[in-house]
């Protein structure tokens, strides 16, 4: 049987650069090579796409004669489908799949829409809000207020300690925890270097965080993982998660209770159906007194060694090398 060529897209111009390319690796690591034919293409910093197979040369998609390929100076390789393990901002947001939808190249992920829909986190929000999930209680601004009125609404609306971050990333970029009005300035500043719009929330001290993993395959069907949990010191910020003194572990299978359980699972499968999620993704909540609160939604999860998703799956009897195929052969 033809191996299958997959052009295996990571990198990019965002904010999470580092992360994608430790999820390629491990893909790239992982990946069955007797039936699928990897083409590692990576978009550097400055965005320029790169055949990192032959010392970083330059690349592009293009259409040739129906088909999608690789092409470069020396050539062309016709390409099957496309792997975009692309985190944040022009990963998750729908810009990506959007220039492969024009090519009529079949990707791993979701669409234009649903990603750009879970990338944004007050919109989501609001859709949790219209599907009876709960979310902690939260102000956004537009980017149109001055430091001051931003301040005045937050601290009258939310008052300290309160989370901001920004309303389109992940990772925990751009967030910081405020406590007194001494940092609100600066902590805002931060958030909107990241994009004009911003989340300001309630600060759940003490909350863990539960994350339930999504896979839809024709394979497999449908399945929402039983909740794993980030178990942490402090909070979850970028250092903590990927810095070399991370104080983050994780653990597959949270100690719940099987009603939390149940409406982890619940939630998750509401949000998937609302937005219009395909094949993957990571449902993030808060949990504090027996109260869940959505956090987050991830359309294109974390794929390294140490990712929370494909270890949750993984416990679902599917293997790093499986679920890639299965990801890639349902895309096309």
Not at 114 to 137: E, M, N, Q, W, Y
Not at 221 to 233: A, C
Not at 248 to 254: E, I, K, M, P
């Amino acid at each position: 049987m033809k191996k299958l060529s997959v052009a295996i897209i990571y990198g990019g111009e965002g904010g999470e650069h580092e992360i994608s390319c430790a999820s390629a690796k491990n893909i790239l690591n992982s990946i069955d090579r007797t039936r699928l034919d990897p083409y590692p293409v990576l978009i550097d910093k400055a965005g320029i796409w790169r055949h990192t197979n032959y010392n970083g040369r330059r690349v592009h998609l293009a259409k040739a004669n129906g088909k999608t390929v690789i092409r470069d100076r020396y050539g062309s390789t016709e390409i099957d489908a496309a792997f975009p393990i692309l985190h944040g901002d022009y990963g998750e947001d729908g810009r990506i799949q959007g220039a492969l939808d024009a090519l009529g190249l079949p990707y791993v992920g979701c669409s234009v829409t649903a990603g750009a829909v879970a990338a944004d986190k007050i919109l989501t929000k609001r859709i949790a809000d219209s599907l009876g999930i709960p979310t902690v209680p939260s102000v956004s601004l537009t980017g149109t207020e001055s430091l001051p009125e931003a301040r005045e609404i937050a601290e009258a609306e939310i008052g300290y300690p309160m989370f901001i971050k920004p309303s389109g990333l992940g990772s925990s970029l751009g967030c910081s925890l405020v406590t007194e009005r001494d940092g609100f300035d600066d902590a805002l500043s931060l958030a909107r270097e990241c994009g004009a719009r911003v989340l300001i929330e309630e600060y759940l001290d003490g909350a863990r965080e539960v994350e339930c993993a999504y896979l839809k395959t024709r394979t497999r069907g449908e399945i929402f993982t039983d909740p794993g949990e980030i178990l942490k010191r402090g909070v979850y910020t970028y250092n903590a998660k990927y810095g070399d003194n991370s104080t983050v572990r994780l653990s597959v299978r949270a100690e719940l209770d099987s009603s939390t359980k149940a409406r982890v699972k619940r939630y998750s499968k509401l949000l998937v159906d609302a937005i219009g999620i395909r094949q993957l993704s990571r449902i993030d909540f808060f949990l504090k007194n027996g109260e869940l609160y959505l956090n987050e939604i991830n359309t294109m999860p974390g794929f390294t060694e140490g990712s929370l998703y494909p270890m949750m799956i993984n416990a679902c009897g599917i293997t790093t090398p499986d679920l890639i195929t299965e990801l890639i052969g349902d895309a096309i």
